[in-house]
């Protein structure tokens, strides 16, 4: 995962992640750009065995209780495509004011690209109990809850709240 000073050394085990936007920049309040993280979590849940428990996408973060058989490795593949794909979307709407900031905040080791997406590293956390689990799945949920988005959790959209709820989430996970 590059410079991160996070490292897995349980690679198969389930961790709780946390990728975020460069200085937090709003990407993710178009459909077109959630679109693109489901896409590519589904391609990861056949091409390296990923298993998403818990996930919610906020306007410029997103959190995953994941495991695979390198999570290590799913999550570059992960950050690689979807900055990819998102900043070529952001390009084919003409949107420069968000790729002027992603240019500007870019780390200068950055020597490349052009932009940047992803700040450095998912500050992976090691699932250790079922309680740890089911706490990390709660805060998860919460999140757009404590925000005061919404009144309940399974009223946000990009979240598997509505998986735990037995309703129909955007893309399948392994419940507990």
């Not at 009223?155 to 507990?176: M, V």
Request: hydrophobic share 35%; with cysteine.
């Amino acid at each position: 995962m590059g410079r991160s000073r996070y490292k897995i050394f349980e690679p198969t085990h389930p961790h709780f992640v946390t990728c975020t936007v460069l200085h937090w920049i709003p990407i993710f309040t178009r459909t077109e750009t959630t679109d693109i993280i489901f896409e590519c979590l589904k391609y990861l849940q056949k091409a390296d065995n990923a298993k998403i428990y818990a996930y919610i996408i906020l306007e410029n973060h997103l959190h995953l209780i994941i495991s695979s058989d390198n999570l290590s490795k799913t999550m570059e593949s992960f950050k690689k495509y979807t900055a990819r794909h998102i900043i070529d979307l952001l390009k084919s709407k003409n949107v420069t004011t968000i790729l002027d900031q992603l240019m500007f905040y870019k780390k200068a080791h950055k020597t490349d690209r052009i932009y940047q997406l992803w700040q450095e590293g998912i500050a992976p956390k090691l699932i250790q109990s079922e309680a740890m689990m089911i706490e990390r799945i709660n805060y998860i949920h919460n999140n757009p809850v404590k925000r005061g988005y919404v009144d309940e959790p399974i009223h946000w959209r990009y979240s598997s709240a509505r998986n735990y709820a037995d309703q129909e989430g955007l893309i399948d996970i392994e419940k507990l």
